[in-house]
């Protein structure tokens, strides 16, 4: 005879429980029953594992946004002031650089190179914004080639404007020594 709960043979037919799943056996008279499937109450599930997931980007789509303009603004003026600092102060470079060059319209003195410093002070600061709007752009606006003309004259216009902020100061201590070592006349 067998349990009819989870179909383990029984030992003695006058058995009240079961010995594997403790169930009560009725005592029917008759053919002894087949087995049954067995269902296991405690059923474990199988490992499960787990499969990496990745955070996909979402798609941005539109036009060039606020950053972007931004960027491309930021890195004209940048340039721009690059130039305007070049007239006014660029002959007074290429004067003291070159014996034979002299414009006397433009010779400004101390004012000519210190006013160029100043200038290419902004333009750097304007260069720095520009790849700020810049990565601020690549992080919530769609690609967009407003974005990418701007990035780059960002860069030329912070490389640009941080060497002549190095040359100048220089040009001018080597304009001073001579001037100092000389003595009066």
Same mark, same amino acid.
């Given at each position: *005879? ?26 029917? %008279? ?43 603004a930021f890195s004209i003026v940048s340039l ?9 102060? @660029? ?7 070159? $014996? ?5 319209y433009y010779s400004f003195g101390v004012i000519g190179f210190t006013t160029p410093i100043i ?22 606006? $769609?690609?967009?080639? %407003? ?6 004259? @960002? ?9 002549? +902020?190095?040359? +100048? ?6 304009? +001073?020594?001579?001037?100092? %070592? *000389? @003595?009066?006349?």
């Open positions: *005879m067998f349990c009819p709960n989870c179909g383990e043979k029984l030992e003695s037919q006058n058995q009240k429980f079961c010995a594997s799943c403790g169930s009560v056996i009725s005592n029917t %008279l008759g053919a002894p029953k087949a087995p049954q499937s067995k269902v296991e109450e405690n059923h474990v599930s199988p490992t499960v594992r787990s499969v990496p997931t990745y955070e996909s980007k979402s798609i941005k789509v539109g036009g060039p946004g606020p950053h972007s303009k931004r960027c491309l721009g002031l690059v130039g305007v600092a070049y007239i006014l102060g @660029g002959s007074n470079l290429f004067r003291y650089l070159t $014996p034979y060059y002299y414009n006397p200038v290419h002070i902004a333009g750097l600061v304007f260069g720095i914004l520009a790849k700020t709007n810049s990565s601020k752009a690549g992080k919530f606006e $769609p690609i967009n080639t %407003l974005e990418k003309v701007g990035s780059v004259f @960002g860069v030329f216009g912070i490389i640009i404007n941080s060497i002549f +902020i190095v040359v +100048i100061p220089i040009i001018l201590i080597i304009w +001073i020594i001579p001037l100092l %070592l *000389m @003595g009066p006349y």
